[in-house]
Structures are given as structure tokens and as C-alpha cells.
């Protein structure tokens, strides 16, 4: 049986279980009457006996599953013939890749040796033998989960505090499957960017003025010499967000305080949920608007007043971006300046000043850190777009101010370093997890000034 047909057995043990402890507490409680023989509500020995069978039996399950693959593998190489026997990971690679497609009927085995044929038979048996101890294996624990729990149903055995152990210590490997998984992945992009300063200069990278990631395959090939500077990148990333977040803050800040403040309750409920469609728009329909109108259109008004502009410009992008990310400030905002107290609103209104000053003087500075937040929120989205840039902006580094110039952002760099077929060793791969620490880098510490802002001008009330 297939891991994803044993996890729905493994939920119907479980209930099965569930049902026959709860059964057992109320007949164990039935000698005084009620369940006040017990230490724990029948519920909590019912769920004690679904977490016993549960448990180990997905433990095993996602044991089994992780490690599966691996030891087959080893077994139908170590099986091979010395003639055949890989002599590194590649060619590791490539034999089992053919041993697989021979063992999906994917390659007609005449056309392969007869001992990778025998090898495929090898991994189709061994794979029947996985699946059916798996089956038998997971089952059985599973099996032995749910009588040992239910032997345990006496009134003596608290059975609440077992269970809310239990739930602890699962809350806690979420969360620290979470943390964990964030530092891994921390880490890795670190390891490659040492890899990628170890092949390219700190100092160039931080303050090279020009990005053009190529890198000679040959010692005689030409204009392979490669220039790797982030500032191009960073500051059309830069230009770009600033662009959407001019166009986003003030819309969907002064949407959210009409909504919240002056809109009527008719208005309101046709007016925020048009105003949240544009939040599930496809990014990909973003570009297209902006490539097929809103650059077209900017470069046509610029050539009307004289002004040269690119058809792919930054400002298209940032336009476009910004109406894309309106609804990252306007609903936040709106559900903070919504959830400030109304306390604080009559109190305002009470000692003689008016909508527009309690808005300004009682609502925003209690509501500031929500709407801070929000526009943090925006901020990271703008950084983070990559087919709007790509569609409406062009992929040409260049370090410019001009918002009518085409520029790339880095994220887009990101995506075509690692696109196609790529030297993983070399510089021009490695240097996409270099964009990407800097960016977390710059996001960090855009988050940590943002902080010391909200700290300094919020307003706490009591």
C-alpha cells in the first residue's frame, strides 16, 4: 500500500480507537453513576487513545517514507556487476535513472545490458517487499497504540494532563520544525554566499556599478569576462517599490480611513470587497496591463512633452505594482483603525473636537503600529514581484534615477541565474544566493527601522 492510501487507515484506527476508550470511561465511571469516578472527562481518554495510535504509527509512516528510497538504491547498486558498478554520484545518477525507466517500461530493456534489466527487476521487488512491510509495520503499531491505550482507562490515571503534555510537546515540534527550517535555510544561503565570494571579490560585489553575470567556459572565449556589481540591481529594486509604494500608501491609507471613518454601512460593504478583488488579480494579468497599456501610454505622454522614455520603464512597473498592492494597506489599516476602542472616539468627540482631528490626533496614533505593518507588508510584496518587472521593465541593469528608464530589480536576476541548465559551481549560479542574502539583509534591517518608528510615535492607552 502507497504512504498517501496508509495515512487515511491510520486516521481510522485512530477513531476506531477514539470510540472504544471513550466507550470504556463510561462504563469504568458507571459504578458511581457518572464520570465523577474519573479523574478526566471520557473525552480526554478517547483523545489519549487516538494520539497513542496516531502518533507512532505517522512517526514510522514519515520514517519509513524519508529513508525508503535511499537504502533501495544503495541495495540495487551494491547488486551491479564491478563492470557496471558507478564510480561517482553522477554516474550514480545515471544508472539508477536507467534502471528506473527500465522498471516503468519507459526503456525497452533489449536496448539495455541484461544486468541493469535484472537490476530493474532487483528494484521493482524490492519495492513490493517496502510496501508491504510498511503496510504491515505501520498498522501494527498502530494497532498496539490503541490497545495499550485503551488497557490504560483506569480512574487512578489522569488522563487530561497526559494529553495536554502531549499536545505541548506537539506544539513545540511545530514550532520548532518552523524555526529550524527558517535557520536552514538561513544557513544554506550563506554557505553559498562564501562559496560565491570566495570566486568573486566582497568589495566588487558591494560596490561594482555594473551587473553582467557572464563567465567564460573556455580560457580563449571573449566577452565572458563577467561584472558583478549589486548596485544596478538594488537600485532599480529600490526605484521600482518607492514608484508602488507612492501610489499605494496614500490611496489605501486614505481608503481605509474613509471606510472605517466616513463611509456608510451600504458603501462600505460594496466598496472593501471591490477594493480586496484587486489583491486576487494574477500577477501575470498585472504585466500584461502594464507591458500592453500603462508603458505604451507613458512613453507616448513622455514623447508628447519632450521627454525621451523607454518602453519598458520603471515607472509602468511601479504604477502597476502599486495599484496591485493597495489592498496590503487599505484592509489592514482599515481592520486596525476598526479595532481601535470606541472609548477613545467619544472621549474625542466629547471634549469638542471634530471627526477629522480625532482621526488625526486619537484614531492614527493608536493605530499606528498596525498600519506600519501593513505598509511593511506592502513594501516586502513590491520588493519580492518579479513578472511585473520582467513584463513591464525590462531585465537591463542599469543604474539610473530616471523612472522612465528600463531597469531590473533583484529578484528577477534571482529567477535568471537559476533558470536553464547552469554550472551550479560557477560564479553566475552563486551569485543568485548572494542577491539573496543581501536582500534579506536589506529587508531586515528595513523591518528594524520600521520598529524604532512605530516605538517612537505610537500611543498607548490603558
Known amino acids: 500500500m ?83 558498478a558507478p564510480q561517482s554520484a553522477g554516474e550514480a545518477s545515471l544508472v ?31 519495492r513490493a517487499q517496502s510496501r ?34 502531549t499536545l505541548r510537546w506537539i506544539f513545540f515540534t511545530c514550532a520548532a520544525v518552523a524555526i529550524l527550517t ?37 580560457a580563449d572565449q571573449i566577452g565572458a569576462d563577467g561584472a558583478f ?20 500608501v496614500p490611496v489605501g491609507l486614505l481608503s481605509a480611513v474613509y471606510l472605517s471613518e466616513y463611509a456608510t454601512k451600504p458603501m462600505r460593504s460594496v466598496l472593501k470587497p471591490m477594493l480586496e478583488m484587486l489583491a486576487g488579480v494574477p500577477t501575470v494579468v498585472y504585466g500584461f496591463f502594464a507591458a500592453l497599456t500603462v508603458a505604451p501610454f507613458i512613453r507616448d505622454l513622455a514623447e508628447a512633452i519632450g521627454l525621451e522614455a523607454s518602453s519598458q520603464s520603471a515607472l ?26 470606541q472609548t477613545l472616539r467619544d472621549g474625542s468627540l466629547a471634549l469638542g473636537a471634530t471627526q477629522s482631528e480625532t482621526m488625526k490626533n486619537v484614531i492614527f496614533p493608536a493605530a499606528l503600529p498596525g498600519i506600519m505593518g501593513g505598509i511593511l507588508l506592502a513594501a516586502s510584496r513590491a520588493i519580492g514581484e518579479t513578472m511585473i518587472v520582467v513584463m513591464a521593465a525590462g531585465l ?34 552563486l ?4 542577491l539573496g542574502m543581501m536582500l534579506f539583509m536589506v529587508t531586515l534591517m528595513l523591518n528594524v527601522i520600521a520598529l524604532k518608528i512605530v516605538r517612537k510615535y505610537r500611543e498607548q492607552y490603558d
Open 182 to 218: 527558517t535557520v536552514g535555510i538561513v544557513f544554506s544561503v550563506i554557505f553559498e554566499t562564501v562559496r560565491f565570494f570566495g570566486k568573486v571579490p566582497i568589495t566588487e560585489f558591494l560596490f561594482g556599478s555594473s551587473w553582467s553575470p557572464q563567465t567564460a567556459l573556455r
Open 132 to 165: 508491504n512491510f510498511q503496510t504491515l509495520l505501520v498498522v501494527l503499531i498502530a494497532l498496539l497504540g490503541a490497545a495499550f491505550a485503551w488497557t490504560r482507562v483506569q480512574p487512578h490515571i489522569n488522563a487530561r494532563e497526559n494529553v495536554e503534555r
Open 396 to 429: 537591463a541593469a542599469n543604474l539610473t534615477a530616471n523612472p522612465l528608464d528600463s531597469v531590473t530589480t533583484v529578484t528577477v536576476q534571482i529567477v535568471t541565474l537559476l533558470t536553464g541548465d547552469q554550472e551550479f559551481d560557477s560564479a553566475k549560479t
Open 96 to 126: 539508477l535513472s536507467q534502471i528506473s525507466n527500465v522498471a516503468a517500461g519507459k526503456l525497452d530493456p533489449d536496448f539495455v545490458p541484461a544486468e541493469v534489466v535484472g537490476a530493474a527487476d532487483l528494484l521493482e521487488q524490492l
Open 431 to 434: 551569485a543568485a544566493f548572494a
Open 2 to 84: 502507497q504512504t498517501a492510501n496508509l495515512l487515511p487507515l491510520v486516521l481510522v484506527i485512530a477513531l476506531v480507537a477514539y470510540a472504544l476508550a471513550y466507550m470504556r470511561s463510561r462504563s469504568v465511571a458507571e459504578p458511581l453513576g457518572g464520570i465523577r469516578n474519573l479523574k478526566s472527562l471520557p473525552f480526554y481518554y478517547a483523545a489519549r487513545a487516538a494520539l497513542w495510535c496516531a502518533i507512532p504509527a505517522l512517526v514510522i509512516l514519515g520514517a519509513w517514507a524519508g529513508f525508503e528510497g535511499r537504502v533501495i538504491q544503495n541495495l540495487v547498486v551494491s547488486s551491479l556487476p564491478a563492470g557496471l
Open 229 to 248: 556589481g549589486m548596485i544596478p540591481l538594488f537600485t532599480g529594486t529600490l526605484l521600482i517599490s518607492a514608484i508602488a509604494l507612492l501610489v499605494s
Open 316 to 341: 509602468a512597473a511601479g504604477l502597476v505594482m502599486g495599484v496591485m498592492i493597495i489592498p496590503f494597506v487599505s484592509s489592514l489599516s482599515d481592520d486596525v483603525i476598526n479595532a481601535v476602542p
